[in-house]
């Protein structure tokens, strides 16, 4: 984002996902400005897997001057959320705790709806196992994450089958998703079940089971060739996802596929290039690593590449 809103005070950035909004709104990022009194709207612009923030008109302005949006949050109900600090001081570096001007009673939460939508509670604590997870796939973030967060920890639940049945057989990619996570977080994602996200026609299935594939303690050779392919998926955040699940795991094979990518990043996706890069060093922290690294087997370029990595690397080896 190289604009500001006309302030540096933004906070309680939410992206919209929840179909009671208009379909103008739908994926844009709400955020609180505490000192312009509003909230701004931007929405994204993909280069890549790099997001450029593109302004678009504030979504709420207010004409009290302590209105101090300091939070947002979309519900399950699909209203949208304001934490309102509602103070005429926000600089507590410059004025005493105790000032009179400081208000301490009237803070509040603003609950905003479209009028023409149901924003009706859902009671999902009354809804059967295969319910909530065909629920996973509502268009609300909000909901999707707290039935993820239930299925994982109810402990006395029996989800384990119903989870692996929908991430072999679910139509809709947001289940599929959530059902790995639940999974992965019951210790119960099997490398099977993994493999066939990993190649699912779903961009967002294989971004997440490249996620979990980084999150696991140890790899199999499996699981290195799969993330190794993954960086030539035609999707540039499965690329970006598998980078960065080898960074977190270093082997000195990793090394050839990540400057291969290196070299066919568009110049715009300077996101890709940094996951890529930061991956790269991750490899050379490891000092076996560096040792074993045939330098004369590398073209001028990569070796400048690597080079300039080694900055950041503090060992013995990279020095």
């Avoid at 939460?109 to 319910?131: E, F, L, N």
């Avoid at 795991?249 to 050839?256: D, G, Q, R, S, V």
């Amino acid at each position: 984002m190289d604009h500001l809103h006309g302030s540096t005070a933004i906070a309680g950035v939410e992206i919209i996902s929840a179909d009671q909004f208009p379909p103008e709104y739908q994926g844009d990022f709400f955020s609180g400005n505490v000192m312009t009194s509003r909230v701004n709207r931007n929405s994204p612009v993909y280069h890549g897997s790099t997001i450029i923030a593109q302004e678009e008109p504030d979504f709420l302005i207010s004409t009290d001057p302590w209105f101090r949006p300091v939070d947002i949050r979309q519900g399950p109900d699909g209203a949208l959320y304001v934490a309102d600090f509602y103070n005429k001081i926000i600089g507590h570096y410059e004025v005493p705790l105790d000032h009179p001007g400081r208000d301490r009673y009237r803070g509040r939460i603003w609950r905003i709806v479209c009028k023409d939508k149901d924003h009706s509670p859902v009671d999902y604590s009354q809804m059967t196992v295969g319910q909530l997870i065909a629920a996973l796939g509502t268009s609300n973030l909000t909901t999707r994450m707290l039935i993820t967060d239930y299925l994982s920890d109810q402990s006395e639940l029996d989800v384990i089958e119903p989870l692996q049945k929908a991430v072999s057989e679910a139509k809709q990619p947001a289940i599929v998703v959530h059902a790995l996570w639940a999974l992965f977080r019951r210790d119960a994602l099997t490398d099977s079940l993994l493999g066939e996200a990993l190649a699912s026609p779903a961009e967002l299935v294989r971004i997440h089971a490249a996620k979990i594939l980084a999150e696991q303690k140890s790899w199999s050779p499996a699981h290195r060739r799969q993330m190794t392919n993954a960086l030539q998926d035609p999707d540039a955040f499965v690329q970006r996802a598998a980078a960065e699940a080898l960074g977190l795991h270093p082997a000195l094979e990793n090394i050839p596929a990540l400057l291969a990518l290196l070299k066919e990043i568009p110049a715009e996706d300077h996101h890709l290039e940094y996951v890529v890069r930061r991956a790269l060093m991750l490899q050379l922290r490891d000092s076996e690593i560096l040792k074993q690294l045939d330098w004369k087997t590398l073209n001028s370029k990569q070796r400048s590449e690597l080079a300039s990595l080694t900055l950041a690397v503090h060992t013995e080896q990279a020095a």
